[in-house]
């Protein structure tokens, strides 16, 4: 019998307060130490007792019977066992017998559930003058800590070159420790990135490309570059993506904070409200109509970017909203904290938005209008953002998401009775896996798919702390949030890897997912092109003059 084992509150509130500016020296002159059990996860490494980089005997087992668990598919569940055999799920059936070599999980009164899709991250991301603290063992990790199993990550183009970036990431991500994808930014445009676009489809497994419509003077494009890259999407079966904030009117709100004197993280959120957010979203729909070609909106944070995916929807455009953790649970209050350390923590773009939009976002999750939950997992720690003490515009954009977000799911969406325990599983793991082309092989306890599965205690509730999560991150935005429903085991490729509150991953171990072009979104386009084209009665056939 697997036993939940309790994560307890540790003493969180330090009264020993030094004042802000003497804590901020210290953040800027010596890194933050953990004075938790938290583990910090370099491969190889021991912290706190705890191990990670080792795989136990017990998790490198090529046998696993999950005994008599509530199965949950997207559209399905049922009380079955669940046989693994080298990795892939061999049967899903009641009753099932097995030998003496066999690991044997009970899951009585528990869900077993695909584990975790994470669309959108950002590990060892180099960003406004400084890296990602997470890298892809820590950040891995982290996720497989939290029941999250595969991860889509961002790769960054160097000099513009999508062959130089995806070299780089792949450097990167040697450590892996479970599945992983890439989705590719495009940065600039010309001949050569639009072929290097058809080489990283073609031969490199990515089917999807993000344009950048904020951060002005680095990764922003223009309009003309959108419609070029959005055709090249569509030539290729390729899914476009947009971070949707108008970032020309955002360097604007950002001169005007700082004239008005308003120079910390509050300033932030002044400075790219939720209406430029809004327009930017309506024109990238805009344009992905006009072009007829599939649109994913990244990190939906504001009830105005949401409105106008709703409309686009109903009018029967394929758009793809996908709101993030943070916008879901938490508010803009904390941005306006006295404490900078933690006041900063907060910034991400588009911002945390003031309370209401939150609930607006879990009303259209439950409806339907977005699609699935990602987590822009990209980590800076309070030494890193200290850069931005007298300057909001320094301060490294990002928050943490990737190990807590299908807890937070769970227990905003499924405990509140907004979502059914089928959609928890489609909004976390199968849609995006449907999305980009990967289901059933992940997304799905199927016989044949991969033997990504958690095992999950409704009944069992910890809470979330920086002191015993998993990330190098010595801040966490959701700390103090007790959460109900505990992933108590994950297993990763067919190997159980985290258990009785235990990580045992091992570097190298994950594998890169290649991931096809044409998924559903474009099913019908050539025909939606035909009618169009039949439609135009044009050109029109004139006699010429005369004269």
């Not at 799905?444 to 702390?465: R, Y």
């Amino acid at each position: 019998m697997t036993h939940c084992l309790m994560i307890h509150s540790m003493a969180s509130a330090f009264t020993h307060q030094l004042t802000s500016v003497a804590l901020l020296l210290l953040l800027l002159y010596f890194p933050p130490i953990s004075e938790s059990n938290n583990l910090f996860c370099d491969a190889g490494s021991e912290y706190g007792g705890l191990q990670c980089g080792i795989q136990s005997s017990s998790s490198s087992s090529a046998k696993i019977l999950i005994k008599g668990g509530t199965v949950v598919n997207a559209h399905h569940q049922q009380i079955a066992d669940v046989y693994v055999e080298d990795g892939i799920v061999v049967a899903v059936q009641p009753n099932i017998n097995v030998g003496d070599d066999v690991k044997v999980l009970d899951a009585t009164g528990k869900f077993v559930m695909p584990g975790g899709i994470d669309p959108h991250t950002h590990l060892a991301m180099e960003f406004m003058g400084s890296e990602t603290i997470d890298d892809f063992f820590s950040g891995q990790a982290a996720a497989l800590a939290g029941g999250t199993t595969m991860h889509i990550d961002f790769v960054i183009p160097i000099n513009g070159s999508l062959t130089a970036g995806f070299e780089a990431y792949e450097k990167k991500a040697k450590n892996s420790c479970m599945d992983y994808g890439f989705h590719m930014a495009i940065t600039k445009w010309d001949e050569i990135v639009s072929d290097e676009m058809e080489v990283m489809v073609k031969e490199k497994g990515i089917n999807s490309f993000k344009f950048f419509m904020a951060y002005k003077g680095s990764f922003m494009i223009n309009d003309e570059l959108l419609i070029e890259g959005f055709k090249r999407c569509k030539s290729l079966g390729a899914l476009a993506m947009v971070h949707a904030e108008n970032g020309d009117a955002v360097f604007e709100g950002q001169k005007r904070m700082i004239e008005l004197g308003i120079t910390g993280p509050e300033g932030h959120a002044l400075s790219r409200p939720p209406l430029l957010e809004g327009e930017a979203t309506t024109r990238a729909i805009r344009l992905a109509e006009f072009v007829n070609t599939p649109l994913y909106v990244v990190h939906v944070m504001s009830m105005d970017a949401m409105e106008e995916i709703a409309k686009a929807r109903k009018a029967g455009q394929r758009v793809i909203g996908e709101p993030v953790v943070s916008g879901l649970v938490l508010d803009d209050s904390w941005l306006w904290h006295s404490d900078f350390v933690t006041a900063a923590k907060y910034v991400m773009s588009p911002p945390i938005r003031a309370s209401g939009h939150n609930k607006a976002l879990q009303a259209a999750l439950a409806t339907g209008i977005l699609q699935l939950v990602g987590t822009d997992h990209c980590a800076f720690n309070s030494t890193q953002k200290a850069f931005g003490i007298d300057d909001f515009r320094k301060i490294p954009n990002g928050v943490n998401g990737i190990e807590e977000r299908m807890h937070l799911v769970w227990d905003t969406m499924v405990e509140s009775g907004q979502i059914s325990v089928t959609d928890y599983v489609r909004l976390t793991s199968t849609e995006c896996a449907r999305i980009f082309n990967v289901y059933p092989r992940k997304g799905a306890i199927l016989v044949g798919s991969d033997a990504d599965i958690i095992i999950f205690n409704p009944n069992s509730s910890f809470e979330i702390t920086a002191r015993s999560h998993h990330s190098r991150l010595d801040t966490n935005v959701y700390e103090g949030r007790r959460v109900k429903g505990k992933v108590e085991v994950t297993i990763a490729g067919g190997r159980v890897v985290w258990e009785n509150d235990e990580l045992n991953v091992v570097p190298g171990s994950g594998k890169y997912i290649e991931m096809r072009p044409f998924n559903y979104l474009f099913h019908g386009l050539d025909k939606a092109d035909a009618k169009y084209l039949s439609s135009l009665q044009a050109p029109v056939k004139r006699l010429k003059s005369s004269t």
